[in-house]
Nanobody, 121 residues
Framework: QVQLVESGGGLVQAGGSLRLTCAYS????????MGWFRQAPGKEREFVAA????????YYADSVKGRFTITRDSTKNTVYLQMNSLKPEDTAVYYC??????????????WGQGTQVTVTS
């Protein structure tokens, strides 16, 4: 069973910043990249960013490139998402999961509770 706990969301004005944290456990994640997804009201969950454990290569959705940065701390089983220059369209619930970065799909069916990010204009 996978345990994924996201935190760090909040309410912020456009142009502001937030740092999200994902703590994970329960399965082997080191064979996969770790990533962030988000789901806005009325929309499907979408890929945001991913980072490989080996080598640290990163992947980003076009909509967040240059604004978001994903990092990881394998000693703490934690992944972070630094979000800068936030826009109202970034408003969503953010989730983490293991991910296959080549197709941007989550590996596990289990999801955490997510963390709400709300950006006001």
């Amino acid at each position: 069973q996978v345990q994924l706990v996201e935190s760090g969301g909040g309410l912020v004005q456009a142009g502001g910043s937030l740092r999200l944290t994902c703590a994970y456990s329960g399965r082997t994640f080191s064979n996969y990249a770790m990533g962030w997804f988000r789901q806005a009201p009325g929309k499907e969950r979408e890929f945001v960013a991913a980072i490989r454990w080996s080598g640290g290569r990163t992947y980003y959705a076009d909509s967040v490139k240059g604004r978001f940065t994903i990092t990881r701390d394998s000693t703490k089983n934690t992944v972070y998402l630094q979000m800068n220059s936030l826009k109202p369209e970034d408003t969503a619930v953010y989730y983490c999961n293991a991910v296959e970065p080549l197709n941007k799909r989550p590996i596990y069916d289990d999801w955490g509770q997510g963390t709400q990010v709300t950006v006001t204009s």
